[in-house]
């Protein structure tokens, strides 16, 4: 790329701004700036967050898997395993397949413990929203989207359009857990 080029897309980027402010059309940033304890705590809020999400995934994860038979935890990594080397894998396919392997308390297990991941996850947020909000009155606060009923376990999420996917079975979401990346 021409150096010119560059140059002058870095001084548009600086004098655009400051020939708004000079003219009064830029309006006063939405929020006040943070002081650098309050970075460090939202910072804080954050990653003790991430550590207990991800807690809470790993425990809902182990319930799951632990909810098996030993015939259906390798009819389940066969099943992985034909879908990693597919060319055109059928997720839906193999979920159906699951689901009609397993047994009626296989299925409960699992879809309770789906269920609490999913109020678990959403208590965790609203928490964090509090705390947030404590500790940064001032600050405007989106409204949060928690991983939707959806979430990392195969419940589901609206559309853009507000539209609901149906809550899937015990097979997709064990599928999902199974194929989920572990952090």
Avoid: C, W, Y
Avoid at 22 to 43: C, F, I, N, V
């Amino acid at each position: 790329m021409n150096t010119k080029a560059i140059v002058l897309g870095l001084a548009l980027t600086l004098v655009a701004p400051l020939s708004a402010l000079a003219d009064g059309t830029t309006a006063a940033p939405s929020h006040p700036q943070l002081t650098q304890s309050q970075r460090q705590a939202m910072h804080q809020a954050f990653e003790g967050f991430r550590k207990k999400s991800m807690a809470l995934h790993e425990q809902t994860r182990s319930q799951i898997l632990g909810a098996l038979t030993p015939a259906h935890r390798t009819l389940l990594a066969s099943l992985v395993a034909q879908l990693a080397v597919a060319s055109q894998p059928n997720p839906k396919e193999a979920a159906q397949q699951l689901d009609g392997q397993l047994s009626a308390s296989e299925k409960n297990a699992i879809l309770d413990a789906n269920k609490n991941f999913h109020t678990q996850v959403v208590a965790l947020h609203e928490q964090m929203r509090a705390q947030m909000k404590s500790e940064l009155p001032n600050m405007p606060m989106r409204p949060m989207h928690p991983m939707g009923p959806g979430g990392p376990m195969g419940m589901h999420r609206g559309d853009s359009d507000g539209a609901m996917h149906h809550t899937p079975d015990a097979g997709m979401i064990l599928l999902r857990t199974a194929m989920a990346p572990r952090h």
